[in-house]
């Protein structure tokens, strides 16, 4: 029992100064992600992640901050079960690949269309998985290995993924 009592106050301090390694989280505050869709207009990246939420700028990160600030609540990626590249944002593939609020077991993909809406594609790529992650291509591309992405396409009123 004394053994648990030193541990115990630590981490009452550090939660009272505020320096615990997690952080607490209201679940009815919580945005959960199914699909994020990154395109590029220009010189700015689009982060769109579904009903009407969506951030912009010049980088990844700074379109993701810019949807942060936009949702009331907070934007949850841990759900996200796909990442979607549109063409014109293929260059932002290494930021991707490096961007720790993305989940390492959510799949990749590219997308030459670059009106695709987030909630339907998640619908139909849940039924149509592809086996290549974010940490699978992130492995493939440290080996060398050259990996082409999965393509998502329109296609008769749905969608299909063509694999390479």
């Known amino acids: 029992m004394k053994k648990l009592i030193a541990p115990a106050l630590l981490l009452l301090a550090l939660g009272a100064l505020g320096k615990l390694p997690f952080r607490a989280a209201d679940v009815a505050e919580l945005l959960p992600v199914r699909t994020v869709l990154i395109g590029r207009d220009g010189t700015e990246y689009t982060v769109d992640v579904g009903a009407g939420v969506r ?16 949702v009331s609540g907070t934007v949850f990626f841990g759900t996200a079960e796909q990442v979607v ?10 930021a ?24 339907a594609a998640a619908d139909y790529l849940a039924a149509h998985s592809s086996n290549l ?15 082409p992405l999965p393509i998502l396409r329109k296609a008769g009123g749905g969608y299909t993924v063509c694999e390479n």
């Open 96 to 119: 991707v690949l490096d961007e720790p609020a993305f989940r390492p077991a959510a799949g990749i993909y590219l997308t030459p269309e670059e009106d695709l809406d987030p909630e």
């Open 55 to 70: 951030g912009v700028g010049k980088t990844i990160d700074d379109a993701l901050d810019a949807l942060r600030e936009r």
């Open 133 to 147: 992650t974010l940490m699978r291509l992130k492995a493939r591309l440290l080996a060398g290995e050259t990996t």
């Open 85 to 94: 590249l549109t063409e014109k944002a293929a260059d932002a593939l290494p």
